[in-house]
């Protein structure tokens, strides 16, 4: 089974301008999760999709938001870049959300903001 | 507010030594525990631990959980230079597909 696909690998925007992030889950999973990894914050969770619906969000701004398609793939999208955006943005999918299920990452896309 | 601190932040060993890492968290509605090693991009899983005092094991890994306690420690034993990573704990909580994770203990193999 072909694992977590996440495009770009790498990006790099100026403040202001706005990113959108990809991710295939892999076959059969049907939640797909977003986190930001920076090295002061760790891991902070941004929000899950199911079944195309939100069901989680984390604390973040309104910048930042999602959405899942009919085929589980999920985009990211920050508007209105700031520096502080700049990170490692992974996304996790399982395969249902049920319990005893763990995430399973990509490789990440890195943003620097620039 | 619902945390996950790990110990230590960092750690230098030998190849051979043991080494615990450790995990303790205080979150509302527990659901189970999960390590993960991540070495450049992706975390990878290793272990999902759900109820107290169950040792989990995969090779020179292991891992065992302390609901009483709210901690968690996951052993190496005989390390190697490959086992060199960031240790990741993350909580599950019966909020759908929500986990928080620790900050990491990134450790050091030298041979």
């Known amino acids: 089974k072909a694992g977590v696909t996440q495009t770009p690998r790498y990006l790099i925007k100026t403040r202001g301008q706005q990113v959108t992030l990809s991710c295939s889950p892999i076959s059969g999973h049907r939640s797909v999760s977003w986190y930001q990894q920076t090295p002061g914050q760790g891991l902070q969770f941004l929000f899950e999709?199911?079944?195309?619906?939100?069901?989680n969000k984390g604390n973040f701004p309104g910048r930042f938001s999602g959405r899942q398609f009919s085929n589980s793939r999920s985009e990211m999208n920050v508007s209105t870049l700031e520096l502080g955006d700049s990170a490692l943005y992974l996304c996790a999918s399982s395969s249902q959300g049920s319990e005893n299920s763990p995430l399973h990452f990509g490789n990440g896309t890195r943003l620097t903001v620039t | 507010e619902d945390k996950v601190v790990q110990s230590p932040l960092s750690l230098v060993v030998h190849e051979g030594d043991t080494v615990t890492l450790n995990c303790s968290y205080e979150v509302t509605n527990f659901r189970s525990l999960l390590w993960y090693k991540q070495e450049k991009k992706a975390p990878t899983f290793l272990f999902m631990l759900?109820?107290?005092?169950i040792e989990k094991k995969s090779g020179r890994l292991s891992s065992i959980l302390d609901k009483k306690e709210l901690f968690s420690i996951l052993n190496i034993t005989a390390t190697q230079t490959g086992d060199s990573a960031v240790y990741l704990c993350?909580?599950?909580?019966?909020?759908?597909?929500?986990?928080?994770f620790g900050s990491g203990t990134k450790l050091n193999v030298k041979p």
């Open positions: 993350a909580v599950a909580i019966y909020n759908f597909n929500k986990f928080y």
């Open positions: 999709y199911f079944s195309e619906t939100q069901r």
């Open positions: 759900t109820s107290s005092g």
